[in-house]
């Protein structure tokens, strides 16, 4: 579901939604940012942000990205550019004025961005599952999907010249995402969950307009392949081998282009599926307690 928490920054009068570990950011711990994948919610690093062993180490902080959860601005139009500067001010209106950050999917192109905006604020970066390409023709012949040819037609349904207050995302919608991010790690329960997350989320002509734009993101997102050779901070990569979306060819590719960083290294995780923090919590968790100290 939704954060329950928000605050207000002032880039495109965003209301940010967010959770923190252990209901409060300790200032003599090191902070780590978390920024969840596509159509999910803060709710989606829950284990990480009840894990003990992560919550005596650190703060846990999870911003949920424009067009997702509670975080919502004054302008229908939005890209990941804007949810990366959002991302550092809700930090900074928090009192981080450092952090590590780790995202998943669409998560991963954000902190990416963050680092690149704020190299001087970002310490490290765990991206999982991700791409730093647009979705482009070179990377459908490595093995990633292809967004536009699934998501237009959802795209131009959903435009409407008139409000549409009763708006419900359906089930054609809900259970091909799904099923593409959970693969073998899903249940009946955590279907359920996200299923019913995603209609509250995104019901009513707000809902509509939110869901609308964050997918033309997923599928009209610029790609970052000749700048990430500026990211100064470790990066380190996990892809699962399992993932139908991004595949195992391109992340040994872009791993190589992080030519700046301290330290670049990409990681396979066996059977891993997209959301792979809910396949393999246990080797997010290390991932995690190496990077961040």
């Known amino acids: 579901m939704a954060s329950t928490q928000t605050i207000q920054v002032p880039h495109l009068d965003a209301t940010v939604g967010y959770e923190v570990s252990n209901g409060k950011l300790d200032a003599a711990k090191p902070t780590l940012v978390l920024v969840n994948p596509f159509c999910a919610t803060a709710e989606y690093y829950r284990a990480q942000l009840d894990d003990a ?17 509670a975080t919502a601005c004054a302008a229908d139009h939005f890209t990941y550019w804007d949810s990366a500067l959002v991302a550092l001010q809700a930090m900074q209106a928090l009192g981080v004025s450092k952090a590590y950050a780790l995202g ?85 329960a955590i279907a359920e969950f996200w299923s019913k997350s995603i209609q509250r989320v995104y019901a009513g002509d707000h809902g509509r307009r939110k869901l609308r734009m964050a997918t033309i993101n997923v599928a009209e997102r610029d790609g970052l392949l000749l700048r990430i050779g500026d990211i100064k901070c470790p990066v380190h990569w996990y892809q699962g081998t399992a993932d139908p979306i991004f595949g195992t060819t391109v992340p040994q590719e872009q791993i190589k282009l992080f030519t700046g960083s301290k330290e670049a290294k990409l990681s396979f995780i066996e059977d891993g599926v997209h959301f792979l923090s809910v396949s393999h919590p246990k080797e997010i968790q290390e991932a995690i307690l190496e990077m961040v100290h």
């Open 53 to 69: 062993a992560l919550g005596a180490r650190m703060n846990l902080l999870a911003i949920e990205p424009l067009g997702h959860g």
């Open 104 to 188: 998943v999917s669409q998560g991963g192109w954000v902190v990416a961005r963050m680092a690149l905006l704020a190299p001087e604020r970002i310490l490290g970066l765990v991206t999982i599952a991700t791409s730093m390409d647009c979705e482009s023709a070179d990377s459908r012949t490595k093995g990633c999907w292809d967004p536009a040819a699934f998501v237009t037609p959802f795209v131009q349904s959903w435009s409407s010249s008139t409000p549409t207050h009763d708006f419900v995302v359906g089930d054609d919608w809900i259970q091909p995402v799904l099923g593409l991010a959970l693969g073998s790690a899903s249940t009946p």
